[in-house]
């Protein structure tokens, strides 16, 4: 089973973007962040032509998570389902089952904002989120990340043991000074301070571990700014993550960052900031 993270910055942008990525790629299963679109605006038609049954959070103009699963559902009736109501069963005619799709999560200190959507896919609950920016370190949005990720945390950390748990997303924060260009120059900046850092391994607790470092310590980044040339001086930050418990570790045998499609395309809309995080399990429910 192929699994693809990716925050979009816009899905109205960057739409020819993802249909050239999945049918390089052919994932079973997308995962968008920052989509910036109302539900009803989300290029379902599109993504339907290209093979993929799209399950929504979506928010006009900021945030909004997808689930994009590759055949089509036999029922469409996910829409209905409003936030935080558990969908039942629905069958795809590739024959991958998924259930209990959530929008947001219980206690979220800012559910007015569409940041996580879940449900449990071919063998696995799969989290996507978007965690808060935080802007910096005196804004009142630094506060509410803190208080954001300590409940989505506690909800992570107190999700049933089965089936194994496989969190993606952007979390906004660089774990390590490993996962930043420059850990002296941007000491204390947003994304790199002890804080969030010390908030990203509480969220994290004994469960969850960075899947990318159980596989590599080499520097990789998933961000690069747009501004002073970022990507093509190698001036990025990993906090794209893939987080995962015990029980997923052993099911992923490869997990890397799509730096290509970061690469401005002729006759495309530029690309996000961020590139896709791909990771191949040795799930074979698809």
Same mark, same amino acid.
């Given at each position: 089973?192929?699994?693809?993270?990716?925050?979009?910055n816009s899905i109205r942008a960057r739409?020819?973007?993802?249909?050239?990525?999945?049918?390089?790629h052919r994932p079973d299963v997308v995962?968008?962040?920052?989509?910036?679109?109302?539900?009803?605006?989300?290029?379902?038609?599109?993504?339907?032509?290209?093979?993929?049954?799209?399950?929504?959070?979506?928010?006009?103009?900021?945030?909004?998570?997808?689930?994009?699963?590759?055949?089509?559902?036999?029922?469409?009736?996910?829409?209905?389902?409003?936030?935080?109501?558990?969908?039942?069963?629905?069958?795809?005619?590739?024959?991958?089952?998924?259930?209990?799709?959530?929008?947001?999560?219980?206690?979220?200190?800012?559910?007015?904002?569409?940041?996580?959507?879940?449900?449990?896919?071919?063998? !696995?609950? =799969? @989290? +996507?989120?978007?965690?808060?920016?935080? $802007?910096? %370190?005196?804004?009142?949005?630094? /506060?509410?990340?803190?208080?954001?990720?300590?409940?989505?945390?506690?909800?992570?950390?107190?999700?049933?043991r089965t089936p194994p748990l496989l969190?993606?997303?952007?979390?906004?924060?660089?774990?390590?000074?490993?996962?930043?260009?420059?850990?002296?120059?941007?000491?204390?900046?947003?994304?790199?301070?002890?804080?969030?850092?010390?908030?990203?391994?509480?969220?994290?607790?004994?469960?969850?571990?960075?899947?990318?470092?159980?596989?590599?310590?080499?520097?990789?980044?998933?961000?690069?700014?747009?501004?002073?040339?970022?990507?093509?001086?190698?001036?990025?930050?990993?906090?794209?993550?893939?987080?995962?418990?015990?029980?997923? !570790?052993? =099911? @992923? +045998?490869?997990?890397?960052?799509?730096? $290509?499609? %970061?690469?401005?395309?002729?006759? /495309?809309?530029?690309?996000?900031?961020?590139?896709?995080?791909?990771?191949?399990?040795?799930?074979?429910?698809?």
């Amino acid at each position: 089973m192929r699994i693809i993270s990716w925050n979009i910055n816009s899905i109205r942008a960057r739409l020819p973007r993802l249909l050239a990525l999945v049918k390089r790629h052919r994932p079973d299963v997308v995962c968008l962040q920052e989509t910036k679109v109302a539900n009803k605006d989300f290029p379902e038609a599109q993504l339907s032509t290209a093979g993929y049954y799209s399950i929504l959070y979506g928010q006009t103009s900021y945030n909004g998570v997808a689930i994009l699963i590759r055949g089509q559902a036999k029922q469409r009736n996910l829409m209905t389902f409003p936030k935080n109501e558990l969908s039942t069963m629905t069958e795809m005619k590739n024959n991958l089952e998924f259930s209990e799709v959530l929008r947001g999560f219980p206690k979220d200190p800012a559910s007015d904002e569409a940041r996580v959507i879940s449900a449990c896919i071919g063998g !696995l609950r =799969l @989290v +996507n989120a978007y965690v808060i920016n935080g $802007e910096d %370190r005196i804004s009142d949005k630094f /506060l509410l990340k803190g208080r954001w990720m300590e409940a989505f945390g506690n909800w992570l950390q107190n999700l049933p043991r089965t089936p194994p748990l496989l969190v993606v997303g952007d979390f906004n924060v660089a774990p390590d000074d490993c996962d930043v260009w420059d850990p002296k120059g941007l000491k204390g900046r947003i994304h790199c301070t002890p804080e969030e850092r010390a908030w990203l391994k509480k969220l994290q607790g004994k469960r969850l571990q960075d899947v990318l470092r159980t596989k590599t310590q080499e520097r990789i980044f998933t961000w690069w700014p747009y501004m002073r040339g970022g990507f093509n001086r190698d001036e990025g930050l990993r906090f794209d993550l893939v987080l995962g418990d015990k029980n997923t !570790l052993g =099911l @992923v +045998n490869r997990i890397w960052v799509d730096k $290509e499609e %970061r690469v401005p395309i002729e006759r /495309l809309e530029p690309p996000s900031d961020h590139a896709p995080i791909i990771i191949d399990t040795n799930q074979t429910k698809f």
